[in-house]
């Protein structure tokens, strides 16, 4: 049906987008839905997606092969939404590879480097990989996620143009199918909050171009038959200035009050968008999405009378992590909201992008902690029954909000979550256990020990993990071969590795790790404390799949991990052998962790499992041990007033786990794909000997920024992108250290790719080191 509302006009900013000569704005409307979910997964339940991309990309498969796959997923992830209860369904976050690319697709702000290319889909694929002689967009971290997302760049040759095939194509698709379907596009804030100035340009100077094209996308999409649109504006809960705050009302002014569009709602998620809810419940945009989960409350709702003419959508259901909702409580919640708001849906917190698809697909979990979860299915009925409650009242749904209510007693009182012996560990802890001595003092005595030459050579861990090693990883746990004869593979691969690593003149080598299936599950397979799924994927970014593992109690370590592992390769060579360890923080970002105690406390207990294991490598003679935190920046808070005290048990943590070892052994660190300049000063507190860090894609930015906070310790900045198929140059790596030289001297300066190399093939390994090495003693 059509509501006519009279006399809405931008009340700021106006003058900025001209709105249309009437004053009547004329709005798609229907009864408002109930149940809904921000977003829905897509790489497919056993990464279905991932495989046919990568066989598009090999040759295997052509495009119209690729696009059958896509739909296929997107066929049953809409269905299966709408028949599990949901009344508006998310389209259009379904992606190739990422949704910001394919917001710079829609808005015409792909990079000029890409636009030779004459097919879309392999344009597409050039500005997310790279190809002969392009260089990728660089990727960092959705917001304090382990997704990565593709970061545009926006430059003086930027001309943004609308191209809504993609999702005015899945909007027809989700009709066709009878799916009550609600487009889903990243708003015009995020969108530019979240891209890159490139040649002097302040992408949130250009906001005055992006609003016409999305009053244009929402008429197309109006004329589609779309009813509700969602435009995801996560950025809004960060710390904003007034300035922002006033871009927020003025732009959502100009969107709302637009003729012939459909209704509007904003999403925000993350945390709570503080003032700029006040900005966006001033404008006549229909309803809002708010993470209830994550920091926004009831009483900041009660405060805003606006909201009580709004859709509020409240994410009372965790879009994150894995644990069952508690559903009395947040039913409890959803009651409170009722009397300020003007109508109420239920919904997850965030996308269910960063949760696996289905319990169903996890027979082997410990029944009683199985009981314990919520997967993406699960979360969907969860969002069913509260709002079925809200509805119909909790009688209809008494049976669940009882299994729910024996869940979280059975969790409370299981004896797992609690082991004494660690806590009385840690509670005798003092300050001298995360402390060393003097980083000169140790500098000298590890130049006497290790005698590397000068820009000495290395690799940050992980070699490609070989057809080999798959099929024998497969025949293990199909019971075809015994472990022993899995360790002898694993034995013969590490050999491998050293001898290839030798023949091409490293100075510090690796063992490969071809006996961790992840960097963070190999550890919690280990680790009293964790459990492991078989199928739980999650999209890390592009074509890379994780399976987080869940801690769900007291983190103990019960034997050495890695130490037979290190010692074997380091008996294959005279060079030194790295040990090879996860961080703590790291641990903790790429689990799902328990929620029934602080973070930190929690990081302390996985420290203090890798403080015993460094101490182990170094008894066993390992002079060299990097105890990797790649995801030191992503759990950054994302407000201000909570990022010190974030830092401080982050930082503490790591310092923990590396304290225990004498000075004459070197503690290397890793860190990759974050902004990482809000948090320079914590990465110079770490202490770490040697910090190997991303550096190709930013063009070393991350030197200056040391620098500025007087870093004074070994750096390894990339010289190379391993996220990308190309082989660069010995030419190319030699500028890029020539680059790193005006930097930092030569004498705390080491050679590395920017990330482990576990993803690329063996052909195209050997080539980029080989030049890596040539480069290292060219500038030598």
């Given at each position: 049906m059509r509501q006519?509302?009279?006399?809405?006009?931008?009340?700021?900013?106006?003058?900025q987008w001209p709105s249309t000569p009437e004053n009547t704005v004329t709005v798609t409307t229907n009864e408002h839905f109930t149940a809904t979910v921000l977003g829905l997964p897509r790489i497919g339940p056993r990464r279905e997606l991932k495989r046919a991309i990568e066989s598009y990309w090999a040759g295997r498969i052509d495009a119209a092969e690729l696009e059958r796959a896509g739909r296929a997923l997107r066929v049953d992830a809409l269905t299966g939404a709408q028949d599990a209860g949901l009344d508006s369904v998310p389209v259009g976050t379904f992606s190739l590879y990422d949704q910001m690319l394919d917001t710079a697709v829609l808005l015409g702000a792909l990079p000029p480097r890409v636009a030779g290319i004459a097919d879309p889909l392999d344009r597409y694929f050039a500005a997310a990989r790279g190809a002969e002689g392009i260089e990728p967009l660089e990727m960092t971290k959705w917001f304090d996620t382990n997704y990565h997302y593709l970061v545009p760049e926006i430059g003086p040759d930027t001309h943004f143009t609308l191209d809504p095939v993609k999702v005015l194509g899945e909007l027809r698709e989700a009709r066709e199918l009878g799916i009550s379907a609600r487009p889903v596009v990243i708003g015009p804030l995020t969108f530019l909050a979240l891209s890159k100035g490139v040649d002097g340009v302040a992408p949130a100077d250009r906001l005055s171009e992006l609003v016409p094209l999305y009053r244009d996308l929402l008429a197309r999409l109006a004329d589609a038959g779309a009813e509700w649109v969602q435009l995801d504006e996560p950025a809004l809960v960060r710390d904003l200035s007034d300035a922002e705050v006033q871009s927020v009302r003025a732009t959502y002014d100009a969107l709302s009050g637009d003729t012939h569009r459909p209704q509007l709602l904003v999403a925000t998620y993350f945390g709570s968008p503080g003032p700029a809810l006040d900005a966006l419940a001033a404008t006549a945009i229909e309803g809002v999405a708010l993470d209830f989960v994550s920091g926004t409350t009831v009483s900041e709702v009660a405060a805003l009378p606006a909201l009580a003419n709004k859709l509020v959508v409240a994410g009372l259901v965790d879009g994150r992590n894995i644990w069952r909702t508690d559903l009395e409580a947040a039913l409890g919640e959803a009651v409170s909201l009722l009397g300020s708001v003007g109508a109420l849906a239920v919904s997850?917190?965030?996308?269910?992008?960063?949760v696996p698809y289905s319990l169903a697909a996890e027979p082997d979990l410990d029944p009683v902690l199985r009981s314990w979860l919520a997967f993406g299915a699960e979360k969907i009925a969860e969002v069913r029954i509260l709002a079925t409650a809200i509805g119909s009242g909790t009688e209809a749904v008494a049976a669940e909000l009882a299994a729910s209510r024996a869940a979280a007693e059975s969790r409370r009182a299981d004896a797992r979550l609690r082991n004494d012996t660690v806590r009385a560990r840690l509670a005798g802890l003092d300050a001298g256990h995360t402390r060393r001595a003097d980083a000169d003092r140790r500098r000298a005595l590890q130049r006497e020990h290790l005698q590397l030459p000068l820009l000495p050579t290395t690799t940050i861990g992980s070699y490609p993990q070989t057809t080999a090693i798959r099929t024998a990883r497969a025949a293990l746990r199909a019971g075809e071969i015994t472990t022993a004869q899995y360790e002898d593979r694993m034995r013969a691969e590490i050999a491998d590795v050293i001898a290839?690593?030798?023949?091409?003149?490293?100075?510090?080598?690796?063992?490969?790790?071809?006996?961790?299936?992840d960097m963070v599950q190999y550890f919690a397979e280990q680790?009293?404390?964790?459990?492991a799924t078989h199928n739980g994927w999650v999209q890390s970014y592009g074509t890379r799949c994780v399976r987080p593992p869940i801690l769900y109690g007291d983190v103990v370590r019960t034997a050495p991990m890695t130490v037979d592992w290190i010692t074997y390769a380091q008996s294959l060579t005279d060079k030194p052998v790295k040990g090879m360890l996860t961080g703590p923080v790291t641990i903790l970002a790429w689990s799902f962790v328990r929620d029934?105690?602080?973070l930190a406390d929690t990081a302390r207990q996985v420290a203090l499992a890798i403080r015993d294991e460094t101490v182990d490598l170094e008894a066993a003679g390992i002079?060299?041990?990097?105890?990797?935190?790649?995801?030191l920046r992503e759990l950054l808070p994302l407000r201000r007033d909570a990022q010190q005290r974030y830092l401080d048990w982050a930082v503490g943590a790591f310092r923990l786990a590396t304290s225990g070892v004498r000075d004459d052994t070197q503690i290397h660190t890793h860190l990759c794909y974050s902004e990482f300049g809000e948090i320079i000063g914590a990465i110079a507190a770490l202490d770490a000997d040697v910090t190997s860090v991303e550096a190709a894609r930013?063009?070393?930015?991350i030197l200056d920024d040391l620098n500025a906070v007087g870093y004074a310790l070994g750096i390894g900045p990339g010289v190379y992108d391993i996220h990308s198929p190309r082989v660069p140059a010995a030419a190319e790596i030699e500028a890029a250290l020539r680059e790193a030289i005006e930097a930092v001297p030569a004498e705390r300066l080491w050679v590395n790719p920017d990330c482990g190399l576990k993803t690329r093939g063996r052909a195209e390994v050997e080539a980029s080191l080989r030049n890596m090495v040539s480069a290292a003693r060219s500038v030598r």
């Open positions: 006519r509302i009279s006399g809405l006009r931008p009340s700021c900013g106006g003058d997850t917190s965030s996308s269910l992008l960063h290839l690593q030798e023949s091409l003149g490293l100075d510090v080598l690796v063992h490969g790790e071809p006996e961790r299936n680790l009293d404390g964790f459990a029934d105690q602080p002079r060299l041990v990097q105890v990797d935190e790649p995801a930013s063009h070393m930015e």
